[in-house]
């Protein structure tokens, strides 16, 4: 992944841009299978101030890499039917659905991360919410977490509708891939040490497979501290303590690779003030910034 980050490969992408930029190609890969869907990319697509994939400041190698990315969910061999959490397979059968909704509503199993495989950004959450990802199977979906979130990467040019309410729902993700450090739903929303250990492979093949990678969000302490063992086993951070977790605060983990701290947007925390709006569109800018190549 490190290698892949400074390999000639993105230097390629940006010469040789995709044959059909107007054309959307979607490739959805799911227990080992593969779909594909083609549409057609409006120029109007990003958020309602005009960013995102078409940014007017970017350069054109750029804008064309950008509308011929893929949205896609990275083949993560083993996720589907993993048992390597005891506590976490047993926790998830004994859930009771909300209020009007049957167990059947549920997707009840280990949530793989989606979006462009040529983002140069990752948002990395905590762990399934129980009534949200864990029922839609898609990261921050259905819930209050999600509710707040994704209108704002909207905004921001993240995404090409503010809606997030069920797999089929027409969200694509724009230079921006979402995933949990945790893929399955855990016991008042707190993995513990093993569960995260056990769970970052799969995060290490996310990061792997985003050749484009520039900017890390991670998004509160749980999932900032499981990205930090896991650069600390690849070599790039020595000592934890030396890269605090701290809203908008930025690490350079390398040249071209940046880590950055969100507030969670659970509900919680937007309702106690802890994250507003600004913040996060704030953050969204200063990761755009830094996704681009310019000091945030
Ligand atoms: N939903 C997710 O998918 N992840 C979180 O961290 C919270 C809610």
């Not at 005009?50 to 064309?64: F, I, L």
């Not at 998830?92 to 495989?117: C, E, I, K, M």
């Not at 140069?120 to 959450?125: I, N």
């Not at 991670?218 to 086993?233: D, E, I, K, T, V």
Request: hydrophobic share 35%.
């Amino acid at each position: 992944w490190l290698i892949s980050c400074l390999t000639s490969k993105n230097i390629l992408a940006r010469r040789f841009p995709a044959p059909f930029p107007m054309m959307k190609i979607s490739v959805t890969i799911t227990n080992g299978v593969c779909r594909t869907r083609k549409s057609h990319r409006t120029r109007s697509g990003p958020g309602p101030a005009g960013q995102g994939r078409q940014d007017a400041g970017a350069p054109a190698a750029s804008r064309d890499r950008k509308a011929g990315a893929e949205m896609a969910r990275i083949d993560l061999d083993g996720l589907q039917g993993c048992r390597r959490c005891p506590r976490l397979a047993a926790f998830v059968g004994q859930l009771q659905p909300s209020r009007g909704r049957r167990q059947d509503d549920y997707h009840n199993a280990p949530v793989n991360g989606f979006g462009d495989l040529e983002a140069r950004v990752c948002l990395v959450g905590l762990a399934p919410g129980a009534h949200g990802a864990n029922r839609t199977g898609r990261p921050f979906t259905g819930d209050g977490a999600g509710l707040f979130m994704y209108p704002l990467l909207h905004q921001a040019g993240f995404a090409n509708q503010p809606d997030a309410v069920a797999e089929d729902d027409g969200l694509e993700l724009l230079d921006l891939y979402i995933t949990n450090a945790v893929k399955c739903l855990p016991p008042e929303n707190r993995p513990n040490a093993d569960e995260f250990a056990n769970c970052r492979h799969y995060l290490v093949k996310e990061l792997d497979v985003l050749h484009n990678l520039r900017v890390i969000i991670s998004l509160g302490h749980g999932a900032h501290n499981s990205l930090l063992r896991l650069f600390q086993a690849e070599g790039l951070v020595d000592r934890l303590s030396d890269v605090p977790f701290g809203h908008a605060r930025v690490h350079k983990l390398m040249d071209g690779l940046s880590l950055v701290g969100c507030y969670h947007t659970s509900r919680y925390n937007v309702q106690t003030g802890r994250i507003n709006e600004k913040m996060f569109l704030d953050l969204l800018k200063q990761v755009k910034t830094l996704a681009r190549g310019e000091n945030g």
